[in-house]
Nanobody, 128 residues
Framework: QVHLTESGGGLARPGDSLTLSCTTN????????MAWFRQAPGKEREFVAG????????GYQDSVKGRFTISRDNAKNTVWLQMSSLKPEDTAVYYC?????????????????????WGQGTQVTISS
């Protein structure tokens, strides 16, 4: 059974930093674009950050640019989301996601429907 397991969420204050991790036992990890999404109560799931197969291409939602950094280590089957200068509006459940394997792509999708694998989510709450 394939698992994506997120960790690192929790309660933080505005201005703090958190780093989320996503580890997986999925095969062909290096052939999958990876992303982080988030979903706040009453809102749709939204793209936060994406990373290409090799990690050379990354992209972010406008509201997190300059504050969040996505990275991956294909040898460790792990992707991270470093979050700094956190704001209350960053409060959400954060999900790690992976596409089906495709070694020909050099990009990452931003739509949830493009992702075949999902973690169970980790709660991030930013409050003073």
């Amino acid at each position: 059974q394939v698992h994506l397991t997120e960790s690192g969420g929790g309660l933080a204050r505005p201005g703090d930093s958190l780093t989320l991790s996503c580890t997986t036992n999925v095969r062909r990890f290096s052939e999958r674009a990876m992303a982080w999404f988030r979903q706040a109560p009453g809102k749709e799931r939204e793209f936060v950050a994406g990373i290409s197969l090799s990690g050379t291409t990354t992209g972010y939602q406008d509201s997190v640019k300059g504050r969040f950094t996505i990275s991956r280590d294909n040898a460790k089957n792990t992707v991270w989301l470093q979050m700094s200068s956190l704001k209350p509006e960053d409060t959400a459940v954060y999900y790690c996601a992976g596409t089906p394997p495709d070694s020909s792509t050099s990009w990452y999708p931003t739509q949830p429907r493009a992702y075949a694998l999902w973690g169970q989510g980790t709660q991030v709450t930013i409050s003073s």
